[in-house]
């Protein structure tokens, strides 16, 4: 099972942008689909953006879309999670995942078999 290594979260003020990175630690695995997820206190793990194979379309949850890219390097296994304008509410611990799931299920956490630790965001106001 890939091991997935994130890194890029901490403390911001409202407004401002972070990048986190995740990258698989076997380089030569191909892992079809990767996302971001996140999960605030007291809350359950939600879809934050993904994208597939062909890296187009990229998917988003409604709450980012027009903030947030999410992006990825073949060459070195990694995704990427461009966040800006950041608010309060994107506080989270914030997951990378990877798997092959169909399209349907690409937004349901159950899908994916890789997960990375988690990295902290936290953006105060």
């Known amino acids: 099972q890939a091991q997935l290594v994130e890194s890029g979260g901490g403390l911001v003020h409202a407004g401002d942008s972070l990048r986190l990175s995740c990258t698989a630690s076997?380089?030569?695995?191909?892992?079809?689909?990767m996302a971001w997820f996140r999960q605030a206190a007291g809350e359950e793990r939600q879809f934050v953006a993904g994208?597939?194979?062909?890296?187009?379309?990229?998917y988003y949850a409604d709450s980012v879309k027009g903030r947030f890219t999410i992006s990825r390097d073949r060459a070195t296994n990694t995704v990427y999670l461009q966040m800006n304008s950041l608010k309060p509410e994107d506080t989270a611990v914030y997951y990378c995942?990877?798997?092959?799931?169909?399209?349907?299920?690409?937004?349901?956490?159950?899908?994916?078999?890789?997960w990375g630790q988690g990295t902290q965001v936290t953006v105060s106001s």
């Open positions: 995942a990877g798997g092959s799931p169909i399209l349907s299920a690409l937004r349901t956490t159950s899908a994916y078999r890789h």
């Open positions: 994208l597939r194979r062909s890296a187009e379309p990229q």
């Open positions: 076997a380089r030569d695995l191909y892992i079809p689909t």
